[in-house]
């Protein structure tokens, strides 16, 4: 059965660091390009960053860049967003999703969202004092 689990989530106070995890089981992620996504309260799915499986190339959406980062470990079959000095406006659902099988290797980040096949069940960020 083809699973992400999410997890690392939970409250943090402004300014402070969170680190999300992405496992995958019944099947490899290095296969799929991963990417991190989040929806706030009233408001629409955000594509937050994204690591190809070629060249493990990233992509992240310009609020987060400097802030947050992406990685892979294979080993473990896992994708991570370390996200450092983190604000209010971060709170959210984080998800995390696999895709680009249709698309060729080496394809332009960020990947178009309907090009994502599986996604995890989502967790929940808070950033508040």
């Known amino acids: 059965q083809v699973q992400l689990v999410e997890s690392g989530g939970g409250l943090v106070q402004p300014g402070g660091s969170l680190r999300l995890s992405c496992v995958g089981s019944?099947?490899?992620?290095?296969?799929?390009?991963i990417g991190w996504f989040r929806q706030a309260p009233g408001k629409e799915l955000e594509g937050v960053s994204c690591i190809s499986r070629s060249d493990n190339s990233t992509y992240y959406r310009d609020s987060v860049k400097g802030r947050f980062t992406i990685s892979r470990d294979n080993a473990k079959n896992a994708v991570y967003l370390q996200m450092n000095s983190l604000k209010a406006e971060d709170t959210a659902v984080y998800y995390c999703a696999a895709g680009g099988t249709h698309v060729d290797y080496g394809s332009p980040l960020p990947l178009p969202l309907h090009e994502y096949d599986y996604w995890g069940q989502g967790i929940q960020v808070t950033v508040s004092s």
């Open positions: 019944g099947f490899y992620l290095s296969y799929y390009i």
